[in-house]
Nanobody, 120 residues
C-alpha cells in the first residue's frame, strides 16, 4: 500500500522559511511533485523532481523554493524561502510518472497535505 506523508508545515512570518518533507512507504519514489491549494483556488503544481534530481518549478516560486531528494531515506523535501502570504495553502506531495516537466508529470499517489500559513 502506497503511503505518502507530508510534514514541516506551520505558521511563519512573511519573509521566513519552512522546509517541507515527504516520506514514502510502499513505493520507491521516482518522479515526485509538490502541489499547493489555497482556499477557493485550484490545486497547482509548484515543483517536481526526477529520480536523477532534475527539477522544475512554477514561475511563482522559482528562485525561492527548492526541491531535493534523499534517496537513502526515500524522502523528498521542499525548502521554501522568502515566503509571502500568497504562499499560504495546503501543500501536498505526490508520486507520479511521465517525467518532471510540468507538461508531462502525471501524479498517481497523494499525501494528506500539510498546512502552510504565512502571516503578513
Amino acid at each position: 500500500q502506497v503511503q505518502l506523508v507530508e510534514s514541516g508545515g506551520g505558521l511563519v512570518q512573511s519573509g521566513g522559511s519552512l522546509r517541507l518533507s515527504c516520506s514514502a512507504s510502499g513505493i520507491l519514489l521516482s518522479f515526485v511533485g509538490w502541489h499547493r491549494q489555497a482556499p477557493g483556488k485550484r490545486r497547482e503544481l509548484v515543483a517536481t523532481i526526477s529520480s536523477e534530481a532534475a527539477t522544475h518549478y512554477a514561475d511563482s516560486v522559482k528562485g525561492r523554493f527548492f526541491i531535493s531528494r534523499d534517496n537513502a531515506k526515500n524522502m523528498v523535501h521542499l525548502q521554501m524561502n522568502r515566503l509571502t502570504p500568497e504562499d499560504t495553502a495546503v501543500y501536498y506531495c505526490s508520486a507520479g510518472a511521465g517525467g518532471p516537466a510540468f507538461t508531462t508529470y502525471d501524479p498517481r499517489s497523494w499525501g494528506q497535505g500539510t498546512q502552510v500559513t504565512v502571516a503578513s
